[in-house]
């Protein structure tokens, strides 16, 4: 597929909607506003990776990590794999364009219906029936799917007979991946996923349904320009609209010329994720811009965390193997092809899904020295990378858990950082209750539980996610909230009444969960950003739809392989 991005020289000084950020709701957003006609640009702090362009061995990965802590700051900050180490809590987010979409495992699950049953959404979010429509638009565009095949993998099989250690057997979980070659409703040809396990570390087949390759290949058929290496910093009021102000990403120290720069818009919609979001409109309330004092409040892990058996008695082929493939013959199947669903009718906090996952295969030179005593030197030695393939390594269970949590978190800025302040997230029962049922699935696989392989490391006992929600929280109004139902963002100006919001400024991402979603968050991030595009069309009289571009199947038909990133006629 040809690169969607452009160079930030040709940023034009004015457009009708600048989106921030790329993930599923910048991408959304772009799709939605360029099909409504709409001038649109989208700045994007990361790079643009094409299909081919992962990272598929460990001196390649060592190169696409980003590590931030408080006395900390190393790798680029275009890294794709973006780590910040926190006092009480670690986070993992994607950097790149197309967001959290290029490294995560694409399982795609709608939240248990008591979830927007709780009082702590708007009313209206559950009450109109726009909610529903987003989960079926973003069905449409992302299309969930079940593995064929998903019974017949190792892992699958592995869970399966540990599950009797809870009483609940796996089904197949749906997932972001086209197990056919299809052409996408983007009209992106996409062959069929190879099962080769490297999905979070980027689908170097182009089989994994990323925004990069639906959403945003769409808004750019449709007019809207792409510009990767611009890390918005702040935003502020300007007449007639807003003015973005960035960091270019792109110049080196010998470049002349700013190294910061600025864009007007008449609408902005922040998309930057969970901590980029918060971040901005932080940095912009410190310079004067009124907003609710529940910004950055709210911050949820999603009871998420990611935990290892080790030595269980039989293979379970758990480590990718890559594109092309490292060892032949290893089918390793999707990062996740099934789950355990545990649903409380009683109280819903103690719900949870457990899904079986895989490692991405440049990480496999790594596992000796995380799991084996001295393993660092035994690291070195092994590292043939097929020697993870075999042995004990063959049978490492990685599994992936997610549940509730209390969302009490905050973000805060600290010497223009952002940092996770979240004291007693380490007690939250959710981790306890997540331990006691991994623990007894490894048991049953006669293995041992490993809750955190860098334990010993920097990384040490705080929690660690890759779900990070919240921070600009859905309310009804600014005492409750930072956004409104349709993630417009609150006024909280002298005089201003408790539900104004501040015309044309728009969150749309996972930062506007005001809880914990007790599954993973990329269906209903997707859902609610198409939802928050119908209210904005129907605001504003703006039409659009989300038809496919059926005519791409027809060229693809005709000559395969051929794509179809051509403008609109
Ligand atoms: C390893 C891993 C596995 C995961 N697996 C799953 C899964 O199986 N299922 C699931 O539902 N979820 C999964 N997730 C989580 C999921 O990917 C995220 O919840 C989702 O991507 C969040 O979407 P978003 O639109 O809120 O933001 P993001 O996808 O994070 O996108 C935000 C974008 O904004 C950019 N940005 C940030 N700051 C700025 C700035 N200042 N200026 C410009 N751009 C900026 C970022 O680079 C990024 O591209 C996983 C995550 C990881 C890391
Ligand atoms: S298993 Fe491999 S081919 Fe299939 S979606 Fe994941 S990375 Fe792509």
């Known amino acids: 597929m040809a690169r969607l991005a452009r160079s930030l020289d040709g940023l034009k000084p004015h457009y009708d909607v600048v989106v921030v950020g790329s993930g599923y709701g910048g991408g959304v957003a772009a799709s939605r506003l360029a099909r409504a006609g709409k001038r649109v640009a989208v700045l994007e702090r990361g790079r643009e990776f094409l299909t081919g362009e992962f990272p598929s061995r460990f001196p390649d990965l060592r190169g696409e990590m980003q590590l931030t802590g408080k006395r900390l700051r190393v790798g680029s900050p275009t890294g794709l794999y973006d780590v910040r180490f926190g006092e009480d809590m670690h986070v993992l987010i994607g950097c790149g364009l197309g967001g959290g979409s290029l490294i995560n495992a694409g399982v795609a699950l709608r939240p248990d219906d008591r979830v927007f049953r709780d009082p702590v959404w708007p009313d209206a979010v559950a009450r109109d029936e726009w909610l529903d429509e987003g989960y079926a638009r973003a069905a449409r565009w992302l299309r969930p799917a079940l593995d064929p095949k998903a019974t017949e993998q190792r892992k699958y099989l592995a869970l399966k007979r540990a599950s009797v250690a809870l009483g609940q057997a796996p089904v197949p979980a749906p997932s972001l991946v086209s197990f056919a070659a299809t052409v996408n409703p983007a009209g992106v040809a996409q062959p069929a996923c190879s099962r080769c396990g490297d999905c979070c570390g ?153 899904q079986e996952g895989v490692l991405p295969s440049a990480l496999a030179p790594l596992l000796p020295a995380l799991f084996i005593p001295n393993g660092r030197l035994i690291g070195a030695l092994k590292s043939l990378i097929a020697g993870v393939y075999r042995g004990p390594f063959a049978s490492l269970q990685t599994f992936f858990a997610v549940s509730h949590d209390s969302a009490s978190g905050r973000l805060v800025l600290e010497d223009d950082r952002l940092v996770l302040s979240w004291p007693g997230a380490r007690d939250e029962p959710v981790y306890a209750r997540l331990d006691a049922a991994l623990a007894a699935l490894v048991g049953e696989a006669g293995g041992s539980y490993v809750k955190n392989p860098l334990a010993g490391t920097m990384m040490g006992q705080q929690p660690a996610t890759a779900h990070p929600l919240g921070g600009c929280g859905m309310g009804r109004e600014r005492r409750d909230g930072v956004v409104d139902h349709k993630c417009r963002v609150f006024d909280a100006s002298p005089g201003a009444g408790a539900a104004a919001v501040h015309e044309g400024l728009y969150v749309i991402d996972g930062a506007v969960m005001p809880r914990s979603l007790g599954v993973n968050p990329l269906l209903t991030i997707t859902a609610l950003a198409e939802r928050a595009m119908l209210h904005l069309g129907a605001d504003f009289g703006l039409t659009f739809n989300d038809a496919a571009r059926h005519w791409a199947a027809a060229i693809a038909a005709t000559a395969p392989g051929v794509e179809s990133i051509a403008p609109e006629h």
């Open 202 to 354: 980027g689908c170097n087949l182009g089989a994994k349904n990323t925004v990069a390759l639906t959403y945003l290949p769409d808004a750019v058929r449709h007019g809207a320009e792409i510009f990767t290496h611009a890390k918005a910093s702040h935003l502020a009021r300007a007449p007639g609209g807003w003015r973005i102000h960035f960091e270019r990403q792109d110049r080196s120290t010998s470049d002349v010329g700013p190294g910061t720069a600025s864009v007007a818009a008449d609408v902005v919609v922040l998309a930057a994720g969970t901590l980029g979001s918060t971040e901005i409109l932080l940095r912009s309330r410190e310079r004067g811009l009124p907003l609710s004092d529940r910004l950055g409040r709210g911050f949820s892990a999603n009871g998420d965390i990611i935990a290892f058996g080790y030595g269980a008695k039989l293979p379970v082929n758990a480590i990718g193997v890559g594109h092309p493939a490292k060892v032949e013959g290893l089918d390793v199947g999707a990062c996740v092809s099934g789950q355990i669903e545990i649903v409380d009718e009683h109280d819903l906090a103690n719900s949870l899904t457990i």
